[in-house]
């Protein structure tokens, strides 16, 4: 299998409400090797976006990591310190989120934005650059500012924004949508991080605008040698962008493979039922055959395996014990007793 | 063909840009957003017309003026041959029985402060069903769309996405509507969901012989339910056709960068238009041909300056570009 950049084990994210323990994240283990993408897909709620916010410590109150480990080039990223986390927090390990507006700050500048963020790293993500400037004398700051900005600049021009040294004193909200998008990514990416998690990148952009990015991304991806785990729920977009796919079902995984695994041999039958659900592009007037009931609570989860309350397939043995995810081939992992066979 | 039930015709809806208070003093002329600027479209009793296009390109303002919750600046709209945009209020209400809207997020759409009964029974009450019948009523229509009859006590907070999509079909279908428009109706809800939606939304089509036009920016979606497809580009229908043709035959650069650019899961391997660029403010549009800052064509050329029409050029096939060339008909018909 080779060196893994990633690797997050048994990993438990609960989250504690008035209501009952909600289990978002329920034991789940993967790993991402140096410039791999791997796709994380799966409907609304089924923790997907719980995994990549644990993997960067963002989870907020009521939430915590309650179990596992989460090995970045082999070191447990949650025994690590806040201090030191911030170290890898943008500096390794880069995160953009669904919606580009919410994520920029309003009041400042976008050439300060990604000015901060170098400077915070001192780009090399080795240094605390913000207690550095502080302490040098105000020749060497002015310098070390030059630099930050015209490393800025040089980020904007490699996400595609034409005339960079203009927009850089632009706010946001004189941006569209989908470069608003291309600023978060030159942010994520001025500190060379070796990791990109992209939770719905391209969710709130039109399809032609998602090309665009989903192009750049790639493009940046080959050039720096960075890994990527994109989050989405759109199984075309994995499918056109990703090496190999994590399907998730209510807080666990329930399928792992490479993207013509997935797609085109599923055996979990969440996996199956997904991919029929997809309308099919010119495939008209049939009756789409869609999963019946919806996805459970998370605070109150069916016992056994959580989608056999869905499953055509269930037997009794499904409602009771809980299935592992059991390697069939080389590199394609189901947890399923029905669906190997 | 029928005769249509619904006919746009070079129907357009403006909207003036607030001016400054200097500007206002100077009795300036407001700057104009022009969000829909001239489209004709027919749509044929029991069909399902897709309409399609980016954020900002007027979808959502066709439909508003389509139904009159917004007026339109020029142009008319008949419904079965009769223009509504000059029907007096008292007549319009009536005419209002006839036309339903299902709207993008089933969260905003329902009040939460009003039971299922309410909400589902007031356009029942206010198109003059007794009040005792409504209750019943209102249970047939749950039961149509798929929820429980013992629904009809509970509040919107109760249901998921899918469900409440479900009351919001059911209140446009309890006046009995010939026409529904279903703006982004299936957009925000999950893959197994929307798929839920969709086919309940195809067999109320063939129960009640509903038309429909059908909103959206997802092509696999309007590909699924649609009949015949029209593509908006900045305020203008670029191409229209019937769906297999749209996809087979695409004509207008709009639509051929646009099918190119939808992620599929079945064909992964294909040549890709990307556009530059992004769509231009509506308001200023450039002159001509819309499209033109980010077209792609080898052929453009200053004559797209002129504005290119809607113009037919093969069966039930419409593109406003001076470059698609008219294809011979298919030579089974000419054999026939």
């Keep these: ?341 | 063909m029928d005769r249509p039930l619904v006919q746009v015709r070079d129907l357009k809806v403006h909207f003036p840009m607030k001016r400054s208070f200097k500007e206002r003093l100077r009795k300036k002329t407001p700057t104009m957003l022009y969000a829909v600027d001239g489209v004709n479209l027919d749509i044929y009793p029991g069909e399902t017309l897709g309409l399609v296009g980016e954020s900002g390109c007027g979808k959502s303002t066709l439909a508003r003026a389509i139904l009159r919750l917004c007026e339109p600046t020029s142009g008319q709209v008949l419904f079965e041959g009769k223009d509504i945009c000059q029907l007096p209020a008292k007549e319009m209400r009536a005419q209002r029985k006839e036309m339903q809207l299902i709207f993008q997020d089933p969260y905003a759409s329902l009040n939460p402060r009003r039971t299922v009964e309410e909400i589902v029974g007031l356009p029942l009450a206010l198109h003059g069903t007794p009040p005792g019948q409504v209750r019943s009523r209102v249970k047939a229509l749950l039961k149509r769309v798929g929820l429980h009859e013992s629904h009809v006590d509970r509040f919107p907070h109760q249901f998921s996405g899918g469900q409440r999509q479900r009351i919001v079909i059911a209140r446009a279908l309890a006046v009995k509507p010939r026409f529904i428009i279903a703006d982004e109706a299936v957009s925000a809800l999950d893959v197994s969901i929307q798929a839920q939606i969709i086919n309940l939304l195809q067999e109320l089509q063939q129960d009640f012989n509903l038309t429909y036009l059908f909103i959206t920016h997802d092509l696999s979606v309007v590909s699924y339910v649609s009949d015949r497809i029209a593509v908006m580009y900045l305020g203008q229908i670029v191409e229209l056709a019937e769906t297999q043709r749209l996809f087979d035959r695409p004509m207008h650069p709009y639509t051929k960068a646009l099918l190119s650019a939808i992620p599929r899961v079945d064909k992964r391997t294909r040549e890709r238009i990307i556009l530059r660029g992004s769509v231009p403010t509506p308001i200023n549009p450039p002159p001509g041909c819309r499209f033109y800052s980010r077209c792609f064509l080898p052929q453009k050329s200053p004559y797209c300056l002129i504005p290119p029409r809607l113009r037919q050029v093969g069966e039930d096939h419409y593109v406003a570009c001076h470059y698609a060339v008219a294809e011979p008909p298919l030579l089974e018909r000419g054999v026939g």
Excluded at chain 1, 251 to 262: A, L, R
Aim: aromatic letters at 6%; hydrophobic letters at 40%; charged letters at 25%.
């Design chain 1, 1 to 341: 299998m080779g060196e893994r950049l990633l690797m997050v084990r048994d990993l438990k994210t609960y989250f504690y409400s008035d209501i009952g323990i909600a289990k978002a994240v329920d034991g789940i283990s993967f790993s991402v090797a140096p410039g791999e993408a791997v796709g994380i897909v799966g409907e609304s709620g089924c923790g997907k976006s719980v995994t990549a916010r644990s993997i960067m410590r963002l989870v907020d109150y009521p939430g915590r990591i309650v179990g596992g480990q989460i090995l970045f080039r082999g070191e447990d990223l949650l025994t690590l310190g806040e201090q030191e986390m911030r170290r890898f927090r943008g500096g390794h390990i880069a995160m953009i989120f669904q919606d580009p507006l919410t994520t920029l700050n309003p009041v400042l500048t976008v050439g300060d934005q990604i000015v901060e963020a170098i400077n915070l790293h001192h780009g090399n993500g080795t240094l605390r650059g913000s207690e550095l400037l502080g302490s040098l004398n105000p020749f060497a700051r002015k310098r070390m500012q030059e630099k930050a900005w015209a490393r800025a600049i040089e980020m904007m021009e490699h996400v595609g924004i034409s005339v960079p040294e203009q927009r850089m004193k632009e706010y946001p909200h004189q941006f569209s949508g989908g470069m608003r998008q291309r600023v978060m990514i030159a942010v994520a990416l001025s500190c060379n991080p070796s990791l990109l998690i992209a939770d719905e990148p391209t969710t709130a952009l039109d399809v032609t605008v998602q090309a665009q990015i989903l192009e750049l991304m790639g493009q940046l991806r080959s050039d720096l040698d960075m890994a990527i785990i994109l989050i989405t729920h759109d199984l075309g977009v994995v499918a056109e962008f990703c090496d190999r796919i994590i399907v998730m079902y209510a807080g666990k995984i329930v399928e792992v493979g490479t993207v013509d695994d997935i797609l085109f041999r599923p055996k979990h039958p969440y996996t199956k039922g997904l991919l029929r659900s997809v309308p099919k592009l010119g495939d008209r007037r049939h009756r789409i055959q869609s999963i019946p009931g919806v996805v459970p609570e998370l605070h109150a989860l069916p016992t056994g395996c959580r989608f056999h309350t869905r499953c055509s397939l269930a037997t009794k043995r499904c409602a009771l014990d809980e299935p592992p995810l059991t390697e069939i081939e080389d590199g394609h992992e189901v947890s399923c007793f029905r669906g190997t066979a």
